[in-house]
Structure formats: structure tokens, C-alpha cells
């Protein structure tokens, strides 16, 4: 599946992509469950429908797969398919963070940052962000980066910045790139 969506080897053929995540699917693999969901979340070779995403999220986490805690957040943190909630987006993304889902971390770090669903609060918006920066998501250094230098939540430092935001540039993220050629 994964050669189809993203022409591995190949060409990229998203009905092929499909139809090789819905025989995994089947055989209740976790992660051809997801993929069949992503595929429908994000509209690739597929009619656009968070029935299907969501259903499929939700097989997928009960089949063990932390992503899918995390898909599931987002659904309900921006209600594609779903009456907006932030509070069971928030729960999703705990059940991601128990797994260190860095991406996890990091959409709970923007909510305390933008004190979305629960209290708005820096220092637990930079620590979700040390933890998923840690755990290999280069924007989340970038955002640790942006702290440093406007003193947001931390004591301002442009050698700190720079330190992230190098981090983040190391790890392949373009804009992170752009803020260290100022």
C-alpha cells in the first residue's frame, strides 16, 4: 500500500494504495485499519468522509495503534466528522502521550499554548514541546525556538533560539531554515 500512496518503486496509484490497506485491514492489521481512515480523512483517491476516518481510528486504537488515539484528536479538536470536543480531543492525545507519541505532545503543547479546551499555560505548552522535539519532531523545536526568541514562557536568548532552531533545521524542517538566515 505504502509503495502505491507515495510511489515507492512505482507509480503512485491511490485505488491500488487502497485496495492493498483494505486487505490488511481484513486481517485486522492496526495499521492497514489506519491507513484505509487516512486515506478517507485526507481524500486521497477517495471521496472525502470522516464517517469511514473516524470509524477506522477507532477499530485502529482498539487494535493497539497510538496513532490512532492521536487521528482521533484531531478530529474532534477541529469537528471533521464529529461535534467539535476538546475535551475528548484532549483525552485522545493523552492516550497518545502514555505511548510518546511525539505528535501527541505536540498538539497538546498548541492547545496549552493557545489555551484551547483547558487553561492556557506556557510552561506546560514548552514542556509538551521539549518532549516531542525529544522524541524526533522537528516543529516542536522550531516552536521552542520561537520562545526563546520573543521570551515567551522562558527568559529570551537568541543563543537558545538559534540552538532550536537549528535543531529543527537539522531534522529537515524549512522554515526553521529561513529564521537562522536572518
Not at 69 to 83: D, P
Not at 98 to 118: A, K, R, W
Request: net charge negative; hydrophobic share 35%; aromatic share 16%.
Amino acid at each position: 500500500g505504502y509503495c502505491y500512496l507515495y510511489g515507492f518503486g512505482t507509480e503512485k496509484d491511490y485505488s491500488k494504495a487502497l485496495k492493498y490497506f483494505q486487505e490488511s485491514a481484513e486481517l485486522d492489521n492496526p495499521l492497514g485499519v489506519f491507513n484505509v481512515g487516512w486515506l478517507y480523512e485526507n481524500a486521497f483517491g477517495v471521496k472525502l468522509d470522516y464517517k469511514i476516518a473516524l470509524d477506522c481510528y477507532k477499530k485502529s486504537a482498539d487494535l493497539g495503534l497510538s496513532n490512532a488515539w492521536n487521528q482521533l484528536g484531531v478530529l474532534y479538536e477541529k469537528g471533521n466528522g464529529v461535534q467539535r470536543d476538546f475535551k475528548t480531543a484532549i483525552d485522545f492525545y493523552n492516550k497518545a502521550v502514555d505511548t510518546d507519541l511525539p505528535d501527541s505532545f505536540y498538539n497538546l503543547g498548541l492547545m496549552y499554548h493557545n489555551g484551547i479546551g483547558l487553561d492556557k499555560d506556557v510552561s506546560k505548552a514548552i514542556n509538551c514541546f521539549k518532549k516531542a522535539g525529544e522524541l524526533g519532531l522537528p516543529a516542536a523545536f522550531f516552536n521552542l525556538g520561537y520562545y526563546y526568541q520573543n521570551g515567551i514562557g522562558v527568559k529570551q536568548s537568541t543563543s537558545k533560539a538559534a540552538e532550536y532552531y537549528q535543531k529543527a533545521a537539522d531534522n529537515g524542517y524549512a522554515d526553521a531554515k529561513l529564521k537562522l538566515d536572518e
